[in-house]
């Protein structure tokens, strides 16, 4: 089993900056490959971006493309997911997710272990 905790989440203004954190525990990561999905409020879940086992690929919702960055540090467990450029419509909880066959996908149903999630709130 994986645990998955998110952290970094908070209350913005738009055009601001936040880096979203991942922590996992129980297992090394080192395998998988990490996503980060949004649900809205009224939404469903989205995919926003996803990164290989080494970190030398990565993949982007075209709604974050050039405004967000994923990235993994394995010797730390965890991973990453900086926010530039902020807007309204970015408000959403935001879910670190593995996957443990490594594929890195934007679908949410090839991921098997999922965080609690954090709350960013954008305002205008």
């Known amino acids: 089993q994986v645990q998955l905790v998110e952290s970094g989440g908070g209350l913005v203004q738009a055009g601001s900056s936040l880096r979203l954190s991942c922590a996992a525990s129980?297992?090394?990561?080192?395998?998988?490959?990490m996503g980060w999905f949004r649900q809205g409020p009224g939404k469903e879940r989205e995919f926003v971006a996803a990164?290989?086992?080494?970190?030398?690929?990565?993949n982007y919702a075209d709604s974050v493309k050039g405004r967000f960055t994923i990235s993994r540090d394995n010797a730390k467990n965890s991973v990453y997911l900086q926010m530039n450029s902020l807007k309204p419509e970015d408000t959403a909880v935001y879910y670190c997710?593995?996957?443990?066959?490594?594929?890195?996908?934007?679908?949410?149903?090839?991921?098997?272990?999922w965080g609690q999630g954090t709350q960013v709130t954008v305002s205008s």
């Open positions: 990164i290989s086992r080494s970190g030398g690929s990565t």
């Open positions: 129980g297992r090394t990561i080192t395998r998988y490959a």
């Open positions: 997710a593995a996957d443990t066959e490594g594929l890195g996908g934007s679908y949410s149903r090839w991921y098997d272990y």
